[in-house]
C-alpha cells in the first residue's frame, strides 16, 4: 500500500515492491528480495532505478550496507544506474509530527507504567 502511495504521489507508472534483508526466524519471509527484482528489471529493459526504503525513518548500519553497498554494486554490475531516496532522519518536520502525536496521546492509565 506504501509503494503504491508514494508511486501515485510521484506519478510513476512503472514501479516495484521489493525487499532487503531477511530476518533471522522460521517466518517466511516477504519477497521479492532487492537483488533479485534489480536482476529482474534489468533484464526487463530497465537503465535505471530509484530505491525508496519506506519502511525506514532513518538510516542505518542495515539500511546503508544492503541498499547503498550491496544492491548499488549489484546494480553496477547489471548496468543500472542507482539512486535511493533521502532518509527523515531528524528532519524538522517529522520530529515536530512525532511530538505533537506523543503530547496529544492519552495518557498512560493509572496501574499501566
Known sequence: MTAALVAERCGLARWRTGWQSA???DETWLGPDILELLETVAAEGARAI???PA???SDHLELCYDLDIAAAHRAGELG???AR???LNDDPGLTSLLARLVAAADPVPPGRA
Request: charged fraction near 5%; glycine fraction near 14%.
Open 55 to 57: 519502511g525506514f525513518t
Open 23 to 25: 530476518g533471522r526466524s
Open 80 to 82: 543500472l544506474a542507482f
Open 85 to 87: 531516496t533521502a532518509s
Open 50 to 52: 530509484v530505491i525508496c
